[in-house]
């Protein structure tokens, strides 16, 4: 079993940044490759950013390209999402979400663990 806790999250004005963490535990071996993706109330989760364990490069969402960066401390079984130049649009429910392989890494039900998410809100 794997465990997820997301933190950091919060409210910003646009053009400001936050930084979102999130620490696994439990059987590390199937968090090699982890993601972010966020949620609207009634709308479908989105992905935002994967990056895997063993290396090569990460993947982003066209939408938060240039903006975002996710990073990972393999020592600390941690992955972060610094978000840079927010805007409004990026208000959301942010997600950290794991799966063994980094398979479909843009397709949500692809992840087999979740945190619980954190609410991150930017005022224009």
């Known amino acids: 079993q794997v465990q997820l806790l997301e933190s950091g999250g919060g409210s910003v004005q646009a053009g400001g940044s936050l930084r979102l963490s999130c620490a696994a535990s439990?059987?590390?071996?199937?968090?090699?490759?982890m993601g972010w993706f966020r949620q609207a109330p009634g709308k479908e989760r989105d992905w935002v950013a994967t990056?895997?364990?063993?290396?090569?490069?990460?993947y982003y969402a066209v939408s938060v390209t240039g903006r975002f960066t996710i990073s990972r401390d393999n020592a600390k079984n941690t992955v972060s999402l610094q978000m840079n130049s927010l805007k409004p649009e990026d208000t959301d429910m942010y997600y950290c979400?794991?799966?063994?392989?980094?398979?479909?890494?843009?397709?949500?039900?692809?992840?087999?663990?979740w945190g619980q998410g954190t609410q991150v809100t930017v005022s224009s």
């Open positions: 979400a794991a799966q063994p392989r980094c398979t479909a890494v843009r397709t949500f039900y692809a992840y087999h663990y």
């Open positions: 439990g059987n590390i071996d199937s968090t090699n490759c």
């Open positions: 990056i895997y364990t063993g290396g090569g490069n990460p």
